[in-house]
């Protein structure tokens, strides 16, 4: 399993971070430096026109279509607040514009906007545990 910390064959070209707060997952996000690419798997979708009607349905009914963005379901699944607060501030240290999400398109541009838009929900209740 990996956690915050690099393989040292991959340490000078990629970071890691854990993405804590959510039992029974081991998402582990990653920065690519030289190409400025988050690289995540759950962490968000971005499902756009491209995609099958029924999948482009799905995605607006969860509110995460068209953009980088968890869906609601995200919100059900935290279970500690505070440590997926502190593994996503973290991550959004990073500077990166791409985003290469497991589920949708590649986001060129805007990504770490989008991304912290998204987890605004969580990012912005500082006073919540």
Not at 56 to 73: C, D, I, K, N
Not at 96 to 111: C, D, K, L, P
Request: no cysteine.
């Amino acid at each position: 399993m990996l956690g915050d910390d690099p393989e040292p064959a991959w340490a000078d070209t990629l970071e890691q971070v854990r993405l804590d707060g959510i039992p029974m997952t081991n998402e582990v996000v990653f920065f690519h430096r030289p190409s400025r690419s988050l690289i995540a798997s759950d962490l968000a979708f971005n499902i756009g026109h491209e995609s099958p009607f029924l999948t482009r349905l799905a995605f607006r009914m969860a509110r995460a279509f068209g953009r980088v963005s968890p869906t609601f379901l995200e919100r059900l699944l935290v279970r500690d607040r505070v440590a997926f607060r502190d593994s996503l501030k973290r991550i959004l240290e990073w500077p990166f514009e791409r985003v290469v999400v497991a589920h949708g398109q590649v986001s060129e541009h805007g990504g770490r906007e989008e991304l912290t838009r998204g987890y605004g929900w969580v990012l912005n209740d500082e006073g919540r545990g």
